[in-house]
C-alpha cells in the first residue's frame, strides 16, 4: 500500500435491467451514468492510534457507527491475502461488513502481485455524494 495519502474517485451508475445475468452473453442490461461519485481517501495509520501491524481500519463518516477493522495475511503457495474483521469498538453498533471484506481481500490480492507483498496499517474512508442516496 502507499505510504502517502492517496486520494480516488468513481462515478456512480444505476443498472436499471440485466443484473448479473448480463454475465451471460445472450442478455443485455441498461445501465444510466450518475453525476455523483464514491471518493476514497487512503493514508497510513497513525500508530498512536493503537493500530495493529497490517491492520486496515474502514470508515463511513456519513453513517452512524460505521467503522471496521481488519487484518490481512498472506495466504501461503500464492492464494492472495485473507483479510478477516479484527476488532469492534466497544461503543459501536456496526456489525461485520462482507462487502468490505470481499472487497479488500480482492483488491490487495490483486495489487500484491503487481508490487511487492507489503501491506501496511491504513486508513481508508469512504465517502459518497448526498445525490448517490
Known amino acids: 500500500m502507499a505510504s502517502t495519502p492517496t486520494a480516488v474517485s468513481a462515478p456512480g451508475k444505476v443498472l ?3 443484473g448479473y445475468l448480463v454475465l451471460d452473453r445472450d442478455y443485455t442490461g441498461l445501465v ?38 481488519y487484518r490481512c495475511r498472506f495466504v501461503p503457495g500464492g ?9 469492534v469498538s ?5 456489525s461485520r461488513n462482507v462487502f468490505i471484506e470481499t472487497a479488500l ?12 507483498p507489503n501491506i501496511e496499517s491504513a486508513s481508508i474512508a469512504i465517502l459518497a455524494d448526498n445525490d448517490y442516496y
Open 90 to 94: 466497544a461503543n459501536s453498533n456496526s
Open 16 to 18: 436499471l435491467a440485466g
Open 32 to 69: 444510466f451514468a450518475l453525476d455523483a461519485r464514491i471518493h476514497v481517501h487512503v493514508k497510513p495509520a497513525d500508530s498512536s492510534s493503537g493500530v495493529a501491524l497490517n491492520e486496515i481500519l474502514v470508515s463511513s463518516p456519513q453513517f452512524l457507527d460505521a467503522t471496521w477493522a
Open 105 to 116: 481481500s480482492y483488491a490487495l490480492s490483486y495489487v500484491t502481485t503487481m508490487i511487492p
Open 79 to 87: 492464494g492472495g491475502v485473507e483479510v478477516t474483521e479484527s476488532r
